[in-house]
């Protein structure tokens, strides 16, 4: 069909589209756009500089443990507690690099986690805050009957780090100075001292407008133990996975991603289908055993999108490494489905692996649900290399169909993940001129979409996005103040929303996960809908709110 099209600056959009956009009020709770429900969102990955704000206790994001002179970890129980004196980083929101400057981002921007934080821990302590003096701690006390050691942490406005030093520390009364402690909480400003509230407000209330959460970054996927020199040999067991008692939610030894439990929790509270992704490395056993767990534990009204690891296709990916090294040895073994076509190419067998191990996940899952098709509560998603449709997903559908029957059967869709960049850009290019080339970017994946949409119409099954967004990072520094200025831009907005409408649901696609909920802006990227989950109002909010009919 032939449109009559508008210049803004560089950028050329459909009059008619863009018309009709500017126009459209927000829809009314009952009265939500058709694709509100097709639409999720990333959570962002958990450290001490969660933009998220996820937890009410800041302690539950600590970085771990380390020396008084910061060089060397220190020994922990269990549970990582220290069993020594020790310093850890509560939170860190400053703007990179402001550590080591120039920063990237040209407005410096950094949120507000200013307040009184109330403090406590099991045993005894002199608690300092070291390394922003403008920090203090007030009204420190210990109760010898109780065991437990309060303070006040006052947070004044500006501060971007708050490094907290424990020293003369005792387990028990009696034990000797230097013992360590257990159970420390940093509870944020506006909530009681003994607050049993795991979530914060604000971030519940920033994930109201989704239908999916997906937990990749939560789940710290792409860094699963057992990638130092095993060759792919290292098995997950549920015994190695994160507990929701560990001292921290963030990854380091051998646990990674946050526990299981407060997956469950967060899921229940909101009332958010799941889209979860299982280690490369996991048992049977250990699938076998979460899903049991999320059957007994989560809400019967609940889906759960189910993925084999994250971007097993990408080479700078340990899991890459891992699922290929686990195809060799399955074809050394012998009697391999992934070569009974005589297939010497080592790729292909990875690729194959990939696609029967979801679909060795997706029967244990379905057995434990009672579930007898892959449309139920229980959906593998197959998700690989948008940018190469034939090897990753025509050739591997085929010798699915081939080995295992019809696709329909054991997997719900075919998902790929479609940013839009400005790698077309030069190295000068304007905030107008980056957001002309992530257009054409965004339409630049049309094709692959429509092949990979094709085929999975061709077997009855769904055409997804795991991933999809804005995507202005890769490391590197050039022009990086227009690449960020560019996210910031109110132009965004119709930027995100002509890739959802025109490109994506205008075309037939399903479900549409957005990369990612909130996070700072970098030179590794400006993915966030937000720099800060208390600003529900920038650009790339505006297009949620419009994509999902969202009012607060």
Same mark, same amino acid.
Not at 463 to 479: A, I, S
């Given at each position: 069909m032939l449109r009559t099209r508008m210049i803004i600056g560089t950028l050329t959009w459909p009059v008619c589209w863009l018309a009709a956009l500017a126009a459209a009020p927000l829809a009314a709770a009952n009265d939500r756009p058709p694709h509100a429900h097709q639409?999720?969102?990333?959570?962002?990955?958990? =450290?001490?500089?969660?933009r998220e704000r996820p937890f009410v206790d800041v302690a539950r994001t600590l970085r771990p443990w380390v020396s008084l002179d910061g060089k060397q970890e220190?020994?922990?129980?269990?549970?990582?507690?220290?069993?020594?004196?020790?310093?850890?980083?509560?939170?860190?929101?400053?703007?990179?690099?402001?550590?080591?400057?120039?920063i990237d981002d040209p407005d410096r921007f950094q949120p507000d986690w200013s307040g009184t934080y109330s403090v406590s821990l099991r045993g005894q302590a002199k608690i %300092?805050?070291? %390394?922003?003096?403008?920090?203090?701690?007030?009204n420190q006390t210990y109760d010898s009957k109780t065991n437990l050691t309060h303070a006040r942490l006052v947070v004044p406005k500006g501060v971007g780090i708050v490094v907290l030093k424990?020293? %003369?520390?005792?387990?028990?009364?009696?034990?000797?100075? +230097?013992?360590?402690?257990?159970?420390?909480?940093?509870i944020r400003p506006g909530y009681p001292p003994d607050s049993k509230q795991l979530f914060t407000n604000e971030f519940l209330k920033s994930l109201e407008p989704f239908a999916i959460l997906r937990y990749m970054d939560w789940l710290d996927t792409n860094h699963n133990p057992g990638f130092h020199g095993d060759k792919g040999h290292h098995a997950l067991e549920w015994s190695g996975r994160r507990r929701p008692d560990d001292a921290t939610q963030? =990854?380091?030894? &051998?646990?990674?991603?946050?526990?299981?439990?407060?997956?469950?929790?967060?899921?229940? !509270?909101? +009332?958010?289908? @799941?889209?979860?992704?299982?280690?490369?490395?996991?048992? &049977? &056993?250990?699938?076998?055993? @979460?899903?049991?767990?999320?059957?007994?534990?989560?809400?019967?009204?609940?889906? @759960?999108?189910?993925?084999?690891?994250?971007?097993?296709?990408?080479?700078?990916?340990? !899991?890459?490494?891992?699922?290929? @090294?686990?195809?060799?040895?399955?074809?050394?073994?012998?009697? =391999? *489905?992934?070569? !009974? &076509?005589?297939s010497r190419d080592q790729e292909i067998w990875a690729r194959r692996r990939h696609a029967k191990r979801l679909i060795e996940i997706g029967k244990i899952f379905r057995e434990v649900f009672g579930?007898? *098709?892959?449309?139920?509560?229980?959906?593998?998603?197959?998700?690989?290399?948008l940018i190469f449709p034939e090897p990753y997903y025509t050739n591997v559908m085929v010798?699915?169909?081939? *080995?295992?029957?019809?696709?329909?059967?054991?997997?719900?869709?075919?998902? =790929?993940?479609?940013?839009?960049n400005a790698n077309k850009a030069s190295s000068t290019a304007s905030v107008t001129q980056i957001l002309s080339a992530m257009k054409y970017s965004s339409d630049g994946n049309g094709k692959p979409r429509a092949l990979i949409r094709a085929l999975a119409r061709s077997y009855g099954i769904k055409?997804? !996005?795991?991933?999809?967004?804005?995507?202005?990072?890769?490391?590197?520094?050039?022009?990086i103040a227009n690449r960020i200025r560019a996210n910031r831009d109110p132009r965004m907005e119709t930027l995100v929303l002509y890739d959802a409408n025109q490109n994506w649901f205008n075309e037939g696609g399903d479900i549409y996960m957005y990369f990612s909920h909130c996070s700072s802006y970098s030179r590794f990227g400006c993915w966030g809908l937000s720099e800060d989950v208390t600003d529900l109002n920038t650009p790339k909010w505006q297009a949620i709110r419009k994509l999902t009919g969202w009012n607060p």
């Open positions: 639409i999720g969102v990333e959570l962002d990955g958990l =450290s001490d500089g969660s220190v020994p922990l129980d269990e549970h990582d507690w220290p069993r020594s004196d020790a310093v850890s980083v509560m939170f860190d929101i400053r703007p990179a690099f402001a550590w080591a400057p120039p %300092e805050a070291t %390394e922003d003096r403008s920090c203090k701690i007030e424990f020293t %003369e520390t005792r387990r028990a009364p009696n034990d000797p100075a +230097g013992s360590g402690f257990t159970d420390l909480r940093v963030v =990854s380091h030894h &051998d646990r990674y991603g946050v526990a299981w439990e407060h997956v469950v929790a967060l899921a229940n !509270q909101t +009332g958010k289908d @799941l889209w979860i992704n299982i280690p490369v490395a996991a048992t &049977d &056993d250990y699938i076998r055993t @979460l899903a049991k767990m999320l059957k007994a534990e989560l809400k019967p009204n609940l889906t @759960l999108y189910i993925e084999h690891s994250n971007e097993v296709w990408n080479y700078g990916f340990p !899991q890459y490494i891992y699922n290929k @090294l686990a195809a060799i040895e399955e074809v050394k073994r012998g009697k =391999s *489905t992934l070569n !009974q &076509d005589d579930e007898k *098709t892959a449309t139920g509560r229980i959906r593998p998603v197959y998700a690989s290399w010798w699915v169909a081939k *080995t295992y029957g019809p696709p329909r059967d054991l997997i719900y869709g075919l998902a =790929s993940g479609g940013y839009y055409d997804l !996005q795991y991933e999809v967004g804005p995507d202005n990072g890769g490391g590197k520094t050039h022009n």
